[in-house]
């Protein structure tokens, strides 16, 4: 039986599972080293960086029945102060690359925004899109924060007519 190091840079979660034992709560390092049996232990790494998603809904039809263009930004991170959040995600996440977290992430919020567009006035997501982005990070925050994802902010960043 060899004993290794699993080392993770400042911004990874390093989690030690037993193996073949996924169901018990693992030992998370954030920004260290843990020493693991590779017989005994499967490791499992999440980068805590934060990311970022430009999102573009096309020819959506708003509430009122115009199609409008709209381009945002959305700014997430795998939420890291609480444990409950980070074995979360470990379990949802555990074979993905960041890549692949962002294309979850992506899907999620296009769904999201297109739901929201649906439920307002054109008028009212062009002349205040400061409202449409509270009402789309609202329902965001939520449905993420049941991945182990802590929403930071959504940015409307050009809303036109689409023809």
Not at 8 to 15: L, T
Not at 119 to 138: H, V
Request: one cysteine or more.
């Amino acid at each position: 039986m060899s004993v290794s190091i699993a080392r993770g840079g400042p911004n990874e979660a390093v989690f030690r599972y037993r193996a073949n034992d996924l169901f018990r709560e693992p030992k998370i390092i954030l920004g260290g080293r843990l020493f693991y049996a590779s017989c005994l232990h499967s490791i499992v790494r999440l980068s805590l960086n934060v990311m970022s998603i430009n999102t573009f809904s096309r020819g959506v039809t708003a509430a009122d029945g115009l199609p409008i263009n709209l381009d945002g930004l959305f700014v997430f991170k795998i939420e890291s102060r609480f444990k409950k959040s980070l074995v979360t995600a470990a379990k949802i996440f555990k074979e993905n690359t960041v890549d692949q977290i962002k294309a979850v992430c992506s899907e999620k919020m296009t769904y999201h925004e297109h739901t929201v567009i649906k439920s307002m006035a054109a008028e009212e997501i062009y002349r205040n899109p400061y409202s449409f982005s509270q009402k789309l990070y609202e329902v965001v925050a939520e449905d993420l924060a049941s991945l182990g994802i802590l929403v930071h902010y959504y940015i409307v960043l050009k809303v036109e007519r689409a023809d």
